[in-house]
């Protein structure tokens, strides 16, 4: 069964400590593993889309990375505007004629200054 | 100049009421999605449209009803509503399906039923 396992669920960090977040899938074949941002409220936002093990992105303090088995998101120096509610969501290969995402379930990220 | 949008915002209202939610994008793609997250932040897809037509009816019950008048419109709608349908519906829209493409979120619709 394909399945999405994020870690931590919760993560306090002092402003400027930097930390990673976990996103580990089990599917068959993977078109796709996207991160999204999801503040309180809103609806999630869009970060990175990676493809194939070994792929990385980055965006300002951000940088996702992706192995045959899980990905990571590392966020350098945070800052408390990088609060949020972090998901990780893949396109399993048996979702070619849907387009369908399975999501973890979230990390939700609270930077203190 | 929002890319996918979503009407109401918030939608309280009693048990066994029938209700619709609008959704529009004007990114221009062809896939629009029902999206149900619950009081966990919890995602889980509903339904899928390509083009008008259905791709994906993700086992959901049949009080629930996408439609789609055209490409850039996925409305649902609910019949008999249940205290379990309390949740925030997501609209989301992609270029095309089923091979990678980014998917892009609405703000949501909180539907509390009471």
């Known amino acids: 069964e394909d399945q999405v396992t994020q870690s931590p669920e919760a993560l306090r960090l002092q402003e400027g400590e930097s930390s990673s977040l976990n996103c580990s899938y089990t599917v068959s074949g993977l078109r796709g593993l996207f991160w999204y941002r999801q503040d309180p409220g809103k609806g999630p936002e869009f970060l990175f889309t990676l493809y194939s093990a070994g792929e990385e992105k980055e965006k300002e303090r951000l940088k996702a990375t992706l192995t045959k088995k899980e990905s990571f998101l590392h966020i350098t120096a945070p800052k408390p505007e990088d609060s949020a509610t972090y998901l990780c969501?893949?396109?399993?290969?048996?979702?070619?004629?849907?387009?369908?995402?399975?999501f973890g379930q979230g990390t939700t990220l609270q930077v203190k200054p | 100049d929002t890319a996918v949008s979503q009407t109401p915002k918030y939608l309280v209202t009693q048990m066994g009421n029938d209700k619709s939610i609008k959704c529009e994008q004007n990114l221009g793609h062809d896939t629009m999605y029902w999206y149900k997250q619950d009081s966990k932040k919890f995602l889980k897809i509903m339904f899928s449209?390509?083009?008008?037509?259905?791709?994906i009816n993700e086992t959901v019950p049949n009080r629930f009803s996408p439609k789609s008048p055209d490409k850039a419109h996925l409305n649902l709608h609910i019949n008999s509503l249940e205290l379990g349908d309390s949740a925030v519906y997501f609209c989301?829209?992609?270029?095309?399906?089923?091979?990678?493409?980014?998917?892009?979120f609405g703000p949501g619709t909180r539907l509390l039923v009471l």
């Open positions: 449209y390509n083009n008008k037509e259905l791709i």
């Open positions: 969501a893949v396109q399993p290969g048996s979702s070619s004629n849907t387009g369908k995402l399975i």
């Open positions: 989301a829209s992609s270029q095309v399906y089923g091979g990678g493409e980014t998917q892009y």
